[in-house]
């Protein structure tokens, strides 16, 4: 894949345009200067390109902002073809200048100089004066309303000749990390990609996007989603950190599998038991990943392991026996076993379990403890049973007579099949389904 990086100072749409190439609403998009702080990427649909995302230039030499230009040079350096945006409105900025001269000096990739938010002629300033950036001729674009797109693809096609290609079925396998602020997850995700991809620093609230980045890992290719950290709604009272929030519970919607991240020098809180709740109930993978194990007292870490344990079985009714790891995301122990594990997990989840196995299974837990008459005083009859779901599994048993099965008959026959079957640290439904009289 060919990589398209769009650059520019804060503010000048270039996340906005970021979702009109990918079609996607990836990119966090504010008002607010300086939201966009990792570099994120997406495909442009149909093309053999891979689009960037960066943040704004800032002239910092320490914090956020130095680590996220960092990052922005990282991308220019080595991009096959650089986008570099303005604001048509407000004209030629100084920081625009020194944006150019930068990439001038990084990069001799094929630059195009985009003059965003030009809906309005009227409302344009001297465009002329962007001939001083260096990069030749303006293009008037809205990335708002996607107008000027065609000279864009038109500029990627000159360089990549004709790089249609047929859309093949991704088959990676898609991992979002979640979990409270400050617990490790972007720690995590660059221990994953063997490099420093993420901000990473010692205060909450770093990671704003729901950064995903492909990669190999453990023998898999993997999608790994960093997102922002989630705190109680009471904590939140900033409109960015709410989209970001927004966007981090989206990411568990995308995801096959969910690594919440905790920090296990602390007690879990209600908060992570509300983000494992919200996973078992959308039918997802979890795995609940205790970072900073190293940290922890070795005479004391038997004991909180089982406590924690005994704190998430005690909590869901989803899952029989949830799937906790100990890792040290700084130090790398227990990483590739974590991925190993939910490798196995995935595996489990994609089997066609056969349908007479399920029906004899069933057939002894219903042996062994009948079904409760109905309200109408009418026996529960289990007929049929059989796997049609896989992403959560699925078992559809079919019933005569009533079918107002109790939730605790219910709990008896999941815990039964997901013993049976390894399916303890899966999400399992169930489902029934009434037969028909043909008498009737």
């Given at each position: ?204 609230g770093i990671t704003r996007d729901t950064v995903k980045i492909p990669t190999r890992f453990y023998g898999r290719d993997i999608v790994i989603m960093d997102t922002a950290g989630l705190r ?181 026959l999941r815990r039964g099949i997901a013993t049976a079957l390894h399916w303890e640290h899966l999400p399992i439904v169930i489902e029934y389904k009434k ?6």
């Open positions: 894949m060919k990589r398209l990086v769009i650059v520019g100072r804060p503010n000048t749409g270039k996340s906005t345009l970021f979702n009109g190439l990918t079609n996607t609403r990836d990119a966090l998009v504010h008002d607010r200067p300086g939201v966009t702080r990792d570099t994120i990427s997406g495909n442009i649909p149909n093309t053999n390109w891979t689009v960037f995302d960066t943040a704004g230039l800032e002239n910092a030499k320490s914090g956020i902002a130095h680590n996220s230009t960092d990052m922005a040079i990282n991308a220019i350096t080595n991009a096959d073809a650089i986008l570099f945006v303005v604001d048509g409105r407000v004209g030629l900025n100084p920081m625009d200048i020194e944006w150019a001269k930068l990439v001038h000096k990084k990069s001799k990739a094929p630059a195009m100089l985009l003059v965003n938010k030009s809906e309005s002629v009227k409302r344009l300033a001297d465009i002329h004066d962007f001939y001083k950036l260096g990069f030749g001729e303006p293009n008037l674009i809205s990335a708002e309303h996607k107008r000027g797109f065609d000279d864009i693809f038109e500029f990627l096609s000159k360089i990549a000749g004709d790089d249609t290609v047929e859309e093949k079925p991704d088959t990676s396998i898609k991992v979002a990390v979640l979990g409270q602020p400050n617990v490790g997850k972007s720690t995590f995700v660059n221990r994953v990609l063997g490099e420093n991809r993420q901000i990473v620093m010692d205060a909450p109680r709604k009471a904590g939140i009272t900033d409109d960015v950190e709410t989209l970001s929030a927004l966007k981090s519970l989206d990411a568990i919607e995308k995801a096959n599998i969910v690594i919440l991240v905790v920090d296990a020098t602390k007690n879990i809180e209600n908060q992570a038991l509300g983000i494992a709740s919200r996973v078992y109930d959308a039918g997802k993978i979890l795995c609940v990943a205790l970072n900073k194990w190293d940290l922890v007292e070795e005479a004391e870490r038997e004991d909180k392991l089982l406590k924690l344990k005994h704190q998430f079985s005690n909590s869901f009714h989803q899952i029989i026996k949830p799937l906790i790891l100990a890792i040290s995301a700084e130090k790398g122990t227990g990483v590739q076993n974590l991925f190993k594990r939910i490798y196995e997990q995935w595996d489990i989840s994609n089997m066609d379990t056969p349908t007479s196995l399920i029906n004899r299974i069933v057939e002894k837990l219903v042996a062994e403890r009948q079904p409760p008459m109905s309200r109408l005083k009418r026996p529960m009859k289990i007929k049929f049973a059989r796997q049609t779901g896989h992403h959560p599994l699925k078992v559809t048993i079919n019933v005569g007579g009533a079918s107002d099965i109790p939730e605790s008959y219910t709990r008896y037969d028909e009289n043909p008498f009737d």
